[in-house]
């Protein structure tokens, strides 16, 4: 088990991986492939499918990021969608205690974030911290108002439905979404169509880490990724493709992986698109 760290009460959760390849065969793959998938939100906002944002920043045009190697995420627009889960007992002594990461996603009303299901099993309190480093919140502290948990993983905690939606309560009318913006949720896509980017919070850090690697197959409802130290607190982490869309969410197969070098999440179709519609037009 994989990527949640120490909070164990917070909801019985668990996890720990991750790295590496070649940045010419990268390009080259990346000139032959497209994404065949259709988004089932719209917030479109960087580079095309040949330019994956990884932990520097690089953008489409610039040389490539080194694949399946881990370095502190950089400040970017793009970083600050991803944050660390806290239990709302915590809002006010952040440095130290979150348990998990959850990235904010398109919505029509501008509230939304994805993570794991079991980060957000239990019924504990919660707030988000996106951009959150060294015990700062830059964009505020906003609370988890309600969840969305596949009835699968509600059943019996099947791992090919380990993946979740919160909505965030807004802050002087205003949404998380319109705090930091947000990347898109995008389903249907075949697993290693292009290079993504993970970036996730370890329960053993006080900022953000972010691998860029190309995912592939583990088995038909789960997807793997080659990328070090994505340990305990990362469960949650969104894998982001180069049209900033979310293409994975690290949890599924043994709560996200066993190990710190290799991840994991559940292919997201169908089940997924309709969860995200549920979450997104929740009253």
């Not at 691998?211 to 409802?221: D, K, L, M, Q, V």
């Not at 994505?230 to 599924?252: A, K, M, R, Y």
């Amino acid at each position: 088990m994989k990527r949640t760290s120490g909070n164990e009460s917070l909801a019985e959760r668990a996890r720990p991986g991750r790295r590496r390849v070649g940045a010419r065969a990268l390009f080259a793959t990346l000139v032959l492939l497209a994404v065949t998938s259709v988004s089932v939100a719209a917030a479109h906002d960087g580079p095309g499918p040949l330019g994956v944002i990884g932990p520097h920043g690089v953008g489409p045009f610039d040389e490539p990021e080194p694949l399946g190697v881990t370095a502190v995420a950089s400040r970017t627009p793009q970083s600050a969608r991803v944050g660390a889960l806290f239990g709302a007992d915590k809002a006010g002594d952040l440095a130290g205690n979150h348990f998990c990461t959850a990235s904010v996603v398109h919505s029509p009303q501008r509230d939304l974030v994805v993570t794991a299901a079991h980060c957000l099993s239990g019924d504990s309190d919660l707030v988000f911290v996106p951009g959150y480093r060294d015990g700062r919140a830059p964009y505020g502290v906003w609370t988890v108002k309600r969840r969305f948990l596949p009835d699968d993983w509600t059943a019996h905690q099947d791992e090919d439905s380990d993946m979740a939606f919160a909505v965030i309560a807004p802050q002087d009318g205003k949404g998380v979404e319109d705090a930091v913006g947000a990347n898109r949720l995008l389903t249907g896509a075949a697993t290693g169509a292009t290079a993504v980017t993970l970036t996730g919070y370890p329960d053993s850090r006080e900022v953000p880490i972010s691998c860029t690697n190309r995912p592939r197959a583990h088995s038909g409802t789960q997807q793997r990724i080659d990328c070090p130290e994505f340990t305990g607190g990362t469960s949650g982490s969104p894998w982001i493709n180069g049209d900033q869309e979310v293409v994975g969410v690290l949890g599924g197969h043994e709560a996200g992986g066993s190990t710190a070098d290799t991840s994991y999440s559940v292919v997201l179709g169908a089940a997924a698109t309709q969860l995200y519609k549920d979450a997104s037009t929740a009253p």
